[in-house]
């Protein structure tokens, strides 16, 4: 009896998740593929209206529209955001260029602008839906990161610390 109800209840949780992930893959491939088609050479979208104003890839969705990095680290900013990846993001991300869940680090700040990972970093949901190279992202890694809840000065930490990752010293 106890290998009976073992069996149905494997077969019932196997059912109900393939329930809940069918198709999210195909879907998600295909709104980067629309995402990617209605941008032109300009960055700006096909057809969009004065309600819904076209996306520009090169500029992040965000608040941030410009964050300016010096050329030299600021270790108590780093040292800060080396707990922050301690506590929010090493059960995902490697420092290494290894992926886990999600992408490793290492050379994350010579992919992506400062602009764009803070961008990222605090409105992650906004960032997957609208921006082609987070929609990318999440076609390889299979899951969306979660909203970790940061701050500006979390998000700026966090962003030193990558940099100290890449050999900004």
């Known amino acids: ?9 494997l077969v019932l949780s196997l059912a109900v998740l393939a329930v809940s992930c069918g ?5 998600s491939a295909s709104n ?3 995402a990617t088609e209605a941008t032109s050479d300009t960055g700006a979208a096909a057809g969009a209206s ?7 890839p090169h500029r992040g969705e965000g608040k941030f529209k410009d964050v300016q990095v010096s050329d030299k680290l600021n270790k108590e900013e780093a040292e ?3 707990k922050l990846y301690e506590l929010k993001c090493s059960s995902c991300h490697k420092l290494t260029d290894e992926r886990l869940v999600g992408p490793g680090w290492k050379g994350v700040t010579t992919r992506h ?3 764009w990972i803070m961008n990222f970093v605090t409105n992650t949901d906004d960032m997957i839906d609208k921006d082609p190279k987070a929609q990318a992202m999440l076609e390889i890694c299979m899951v969306r990161m979660p909203n970790q809840n940061l701050s500006d000065d979390d998000a700026r930490n966090v962003l030193e610390f990558m940099r100290e990752n890449d050999g900004v010293k």
Not at 1 to 9: C, E, G, N, T, V
Not at 23 to 27: L, P
Not at 50 to 56: I, L, M, R, T
């Open 1 to 9: 009896m106890k290998k009976l109800f073992i069996f149905f209840s």
């Open 23 to 27: 198709g999210s893959g195909d879907k």
């Open 32 to 34: 980067s593929a629309e």
């Open 50 to 56: 004065s309600e819904n104003p076209p996306y520009d």
């Open 80 to 82: 800060a955001g080396e």
């Open 113 to 115: 602008t400062p602009t």
